[in-house]
C-alpha cells in the first residue's frame, strides 16, 4: 500500500515538474512581502550613521568626513531597521534580487559636494 502511495507521488513530480526556478535564468518570483535588498538615494543622506547604529547586522559603514556610505550585502539581512531610523527617508527596499554572488558585495557609495554659500 506504502509503495503505491509513493510511486503515485513520484508519477504527478514527474508530471509536474519541478516546484522550485532556475534562478537566475529565470526572474525570482516577486510576492507583497519579498524582500530584495536595500538601496540608498544619497543625495538626501545627511551621513548621520543612524542607519549604522540601528542596523543588528552591523552591515552599514558611513564615513561624515568622506561623505561615503557603505553597504556590506552579504551581512545585510533585508529586515528594515535602518529603513525606518533614517530622518533623511533616503533608504528603501527594492523588491527585486541582486544577482548571485561568490564573494562578499559592498556598496559604497560616494555623497555629493555639499553646496558652498558665496560670501556677498
Ligand atoms: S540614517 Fe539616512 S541620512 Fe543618516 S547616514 Fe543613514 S542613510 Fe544617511
Ligand atoms: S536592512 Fe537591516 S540588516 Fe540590512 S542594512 Fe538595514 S538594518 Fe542592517
Redesign the pocket.
Request: charged share 15%.
Given at each position: 500500500m506504502k509503495v503505491g502511495v509513493m510511486a503515485l507521488n513520484v508519477l504527478k513530480n514527474l508530471i509536474k515538474g519541478p516546484a522550485t526556478i532556475r534562478y537566475p535564468y529565470q526572474p525570482a518570483k516577486v510576492t507583497p512581502v519579498t524582500r530584495g535588498h536595500?538601496v540608498i538615494n544619497i543625495e538626501n543622506c545627511i551621513f548621520c550613521g543612524l542607519?549604522r547604529m540601528?542596523?543588528?547586522?552591523d552591515?552599514?559603514e558611513v564615513n561624515k568626513q568622506e561623505r561615503t556610505w557603505q553597504?556590506n550585502q552579504f551581512?545585510?539581512?533585508?529586515?528594515?531597521?535602518?529603513?525606518s531610523y533614517c530622518p533623511k527617508d533616503c533608504?528603501s527596499?527594492k523588491q527585486t534580487y541582486l544577482p548571485p554572488s561568490a564573494s562578499a558585495t559592498y556598496v559604497t557609495i560616494t555623497g555629493p559636494e555639499p553646496e558652498t554659500k558665496e560670501n556677498p
Amino acid at each position: 500500500m506504502k509503495v503505491g502511495v509513493m510511486a503515485l507521488n513520484v508519477l504527478k513530480n514527474l508530471i509536474k515538474g519541478p516546484a522550485t526556478i532556475r534562478y537566475p535564468y529565470q526572474p525570482a518570483k516577486v510576492t507583497p512581502v519579498t524582500r530584495g535588498h536595500l538601496v540608498i538615494n544619497i543625495e538626501n543622506c545627511i551621513f548621520c550613521g543612524l542607519c549604522r547604529m540601528h542596523c543588528p547586522a552591523d552591515a552599514i559603514e558611513v564615513n561624515k568626513q568622506e561623505r561615503t556610505w557603505q553597504l556590506n550585502q552579504f551581512q545585510c539581512i533585508i529586515c528594515g531597521n535602518c529603513v525606518s531610523y533614517c530622518p533623511k527617508d533616503c533608504l528603501s527596499i527594492k523588491q527585486t534580487y541582486l544577482p548571485p554572488s561568490a564573494s562578499a558585495t559592498y556598496v559604497t557609495i560616494t555623497g555629493p559636494e555639499p553646496e558652498t554659500k558665496e560670501n556677498p
